[in-house]
């Protein structure tokens, strides 16, 4: 399927087919979109699970209050089922909005500030929480405590800390143990497309990450930056100002036919996270891959006094300069090549937006593209 969360018809057809199988537990990503279009109706779901809401298919809700309102619809749901569960992340903005739905029993999660508020009002919530203690992290994996049980797991970054908690609050809603849920996450060896590291041989870090939207691109970013920042210093890193860490050498664009109006809010959060931008094609659908790109790139550079994007003080874009640390390359290909030719050991170079995909969406096509697979060519490539 095309969509993540299927067609009505299409969805209770799998569903019936898992339960053929001997199927117990489904677990169905449900969107927005799905939400609205009442491609989930008739599924009586038993948990519920938000990990956040943040900007994200305003081309099709308008308005982030409104979207907010469609995710309600779940939480309404399961609120029907007597034996329902809801899953909410306290870290997010407005919790208590699914957390005020009336359900059998409710999880909440976060590392320990996150929670720490809500900890006076779980009776009166009738809340269950579940928090990340004694967190450390790295380049590879990270670790953290639960009611002192230790985790341990192959995937790096706070964010993965999150989702382990969600996935965690759902095991203890089902019965199952903390030292089970510790077991089964270990096992987990990676994600493709997700903080996917690329081995190589010129000393340099390359992450795929599917991030498409602002709060994704600014949560992989400020953790790659603390890598940076807690790493030791390294001969690419001579020209940076903090003298720490290697370059971080961003390659990224847009979807085509999606909210337009994030394409420089996400520009501005990886030119200033990263030291060198290329901006590419990705997904352009029907509309011109140029235009996209030049969207993007308004929020990468420094914009004039007359831009809606100069804000003055030191709020000002990605502060980037065209054909210094910022470039337009539509070749989504050549992109990746020109950032990896850079690359110096020691440097991170991050390629976002496509993850672990088969396909690239040019008009109605799609082509054959997996940014892995690609980046493998050119290392090869470059290595003769």
């Known amino acids: 399927t095309t969509f993540t969360t299927p067609s009505s018809w299409r969805l209770q057809k799998h569903l019936r087919e898992a339960v053929k199988a001997g199927c117990e537990y489904a677990i169905v990503e449900v969107t927005s979109h799905a939400l609205d279009q009442n491609r989930v109706w008739g599924v009586d779901f038993d948990v519920a699970v938000i990990t956040n809401v943040t900007r ?28 329902g569960i809801s899953v909410v992340n306290l870290g997010m903005d407005k919790p208590d909005v699914f957390l005020n739905y009336e359900v059998k029993e409710k999880y909440g999660y976060g590392i320990k500030v996150q929670s720490s508020k809500f900890k006076v009002q779980s009776d009166s919530l009738k809340l269950k929480i579940v928090e990340a203690e004694s967190i450390k ?61 690329i081995e190589n041989n010129k000393g340099i870090e390359i992450i795929v990450d599917y991030a498409v939207t602002p709060d994704s691109l600014e949560k992989l970013y400020d953790y790659i930056n603390q890598m940076r920042s807690s790493s030791h210093p390294t001969p690419a890193s001579r020209d940076l100002p903090s003298g720490r860490g290697g370059r971080i050498i961003a390659v990224f664009g ?37 235009q996209i790109i030049n969207e993007v790139f308004a929020g990468v550079v420094t ?80 290595e003769k």
Not at 180 to 186: C, D, M, T
Not at 317 to 330: S, Y
């Open 56 to 83: 994200e298919h305003l081309d099709y809700h308008k308005t982030i209050e409104e979207y907010a309102k469609i995710k309600e619809r779940l939480f309404k749901m399961v609120s029907k089922n007597p034996k």
């Open 137 to 197: 992290l790295d380049i590879h994996n990270s670790q953290f405590t639960i009611h002192n049980s230790q985790f341990t797991l192959n995937l790096p970054g706070e964010f993965n800390v999150e989702n382990a908690l969600a996935a965690t609050c759902v095991g203890l809603s089902q019965g199952i143990s903390l030292e089970k849920i510790s077991e089964a996450l270990a096992k987990i060896k990676g994600i493709p497309g997700r903080m996917e590291r």
């Open 254 to 290: 847009a979807c085509g036919e999606r909210d337009r109006g994030k394409r420089p809010i996400m520009g501005k959060i990886v030119g200033k996270a990263a030291d060198y931008v290329f901006v590419t094609n990705e997904d352009p659908y029907n509309e011109d891959p140029q």
């Open 303 to 382: 914009p004039p006094p007359t831009s809606p994007l100069y804000q003055g003080g030191e709020d000002k874009g990605g502060l980037k300069t065209e054909g210094i640390n910022a470039f337009r390359i539509l070749d989504r290909h050549e992109a990746i090549k020109k950032a990896l030719e850079m690359a110096r050991a020691g440097d991170i170079v991050v390629v976002t937006g496509k993850g672990a995909e088969e396909t690239m969406a040019i008009g109605a096509e799609r082509i054959p593209w997996n940014d892995p697979k690609v980046i493998r060519e050119v290392l090869g490539e470059l």
